[in-house]
């Protein structure tokens, strides 16, 4: 198949693309590889690509409507996965409109692309965010998601709602992946453990946020990217049993589906600080402070409809991708 990832420069999108080139498919990648952090650790993902024959590069940003419209009209997908988006909950504080040109605009442009060029199956990223003030654990696909607490979370949410409408619209099948603290080498620099990481090497303390008292979901980048190729092989199919009176969000009589893919296994954070430091050999200076606007205490996945739906079952334990990082980081900065 020719298949179109967006966000390839992206640490799961470039791990998602050698999956995919591995198995045969042609691989068109996008990226706009804009600077919201390191250009040259974008650059040094593209360069395991750019030597595959089965792999091209597109520079463009996906809420250029001309350029997307001229891209899918020329290459004609089979099908999609879409990645590509403005990450990070805290920067949507500083830089609102960032969020609404790359995951509204841009994913407007990607809906119209498939919808005009007959793409068999659109699969894109949602976030675990879009649980919000949720207290129940774990998440499921069946609760409400009707309180977002940062404008990060509202796009994926409005995303997940946009997919619905070309699936009800025009047939499109679409299916949503509700991502979960996804880590591992390559991994972005803003998050948590490349953040703990380079700190603890370079003896400087670590901001630990609501005083420890946080749990995640953190999910290992190999785990994620099967997943995901898992959902794109099966495409959605509208649910034959749904029920328009009972109103399940997890479900839906249109080519619609959406999942959660996380580990299955909450950790918490200080744990997650105790594998890094025996991973390095090295104690961390911990600076606590209070939780962060636009940020949850604790998430937890119940991934029970991914596993039934697509055979997804994560199978890396975070001591050992903690430490599969933590080499990759030393060697790909000399540490």
């Known amino acids: 198949m020719k298949i179109l990832v967006t966000g390839a420069a992206g640490f799961i999108g470039m791990t998602t693309a050698l999956r995919l080139l591995a198995r045969g498919d042609a691989v068109v990648g996008l990226d706009n590889l804009n600077d919201y952090y390191d250009v040259s650790l974008k650059e040094s993902r593209l360069a395991r690509l750019n030597g595959h024959a089965n792999f091209h590069f597109v520079k463009l940003d996906v809420a250029d409507r001309a350029g997307m419209a001229s891209l899918f009209a020329s290459e004609q997908f089979d ?7 403005q990450a990070g909950v805290r920067y949507s504080l500083q830089n609102p409109h960032a969020y609404i040109d790359s995951n509204l605009v841009g994913f407007t442009n990607i809906l119209e692309g498939c919808r005009h060029n007959r793409v068999a199956h659109l699969v894109y990223a949602s976030s675990s965010s879009v649980y919000g003030g949720n207290t129940r654990m774990p998440f499921s ?37 509700r991502f979960f603290t996804v880590y591992g080498p390559w991994g972005r620099p803003d998050m948590a453990l490349f953040l703990f990481t380079k700190a603890i090497l370079e ?5 630990v946020f609501n005083h420890g008292n946080m749990r995640r979901d953190f999910t290992y980048v190999d ?15 509208a649910n034959p049993d749904y029920d328009p009176l009972l109103a399940d969000p997890a479900s839906s009589n249109v080519p619609y589906r959406v999942f959660n893919i996380g580990n299955n296994n909450p950790v918490s954070l200080l744990d997650f600080i105790g594998a890094i430091e025996e ?56 540490v």
């Open 79 to 85: 099908k999609v996965i879409h990645l590509a988006a």
């Open 141 to 177: 696909e069946h609760d409400s998601v009707d309180h977002p607490v940062s404008l990060y979370a509202a796009t994926k949410k409005a995303n997940e709602l946009m997919a619905h409408t070309y699936s009800h619209l025009y047939g499109l099948p679409t299916t949503g992946l």
């Open 203 to 207: 003896g400087r303390p670590i901001d």
């Open 223 to 237: 785990d994620i990217v099967e997943g995901v190729i898992r959902a794109l092989d099966c495409t959605a199919t």
């Open 279 to 334: 991973t390095l050999g090295q104690k961390a200076e911990k600076r606590l402070l209070p939780l962060q606007d636009g940020d949850v205490p604790a998430t937890y996945a119940d991934t029970t409809l991914l596993d039934d739906w697509a055979g997804f079952v994560p199978a890396t334990p975070v001591q050992e991708g903690v430490r599969r990082f933590v080499a990759w980081y030393r060697e790909y900065y000399r």
